[in-house]
């Protein structure tokens, strides 16, 4: 299995762990079969992103988490940018993603934070 899915394997177990859920709690939340998140847990499965959005739904955490290379833990602004979406209501979120979507294709510090105003003014409404 690919270095890819070896990463998200381990990070979906973690994350799993951490919040105390059982691979079944965790089937229930996501949609997703207790034997299916298991396959992935040992990297045996591909996993599709749509697969990947209900997992990151189901664990409340951003999908970018799941992802390697994305370095979230080094990275504050990042951070501050998915828990304010995260404590976004649910109908805002689409909205936010489309909006990381674009920001992820940004290349300079000062556009991100430009982002995190934007969400930081939608938060206040």
Do not use: C, F
């Not at 070896?6 to 979906?12: D, G």
């Not at 949609?31 to 847990?41: G, V």
């Not at 920001?103 to 206040?124: F, T, Y």
């Amino acid at each position: 299995m690919s270095k890819t899915m070896e990463y998200i394997a381990q990070r979906v177990k973690h994350l799993r762990t951490q919040q105390n859920l059982s691979l079944e709690e965790l089937a229930d939340k996501s949609n997703l079969t207790k034997n299916y998140i298991w396959q992935i847990e040992q990297a045996k499965a591909n996993v599709s992103i749509n697969k990947l959005e209900a997992l990151s739904s189901a664990l409340n955490v951003d999908l970018l988490e799941l992802l390697p290379g994305t370095e979230l833990e080094d990275n504050a602004s990042t951070i501050l940018l998915s828990k304010k979406i995260n404590s976004l209501p649910e109908e805002k979120k689409e909205l936010i993603h489309k909006i990381l979507r674009l920001a992820s294709k940004l290349e300079k510090q000062r556009d991100l934070h430009l982002v995190i105003g934007l969400l930081e003014s939608m938060h206040q409404k």
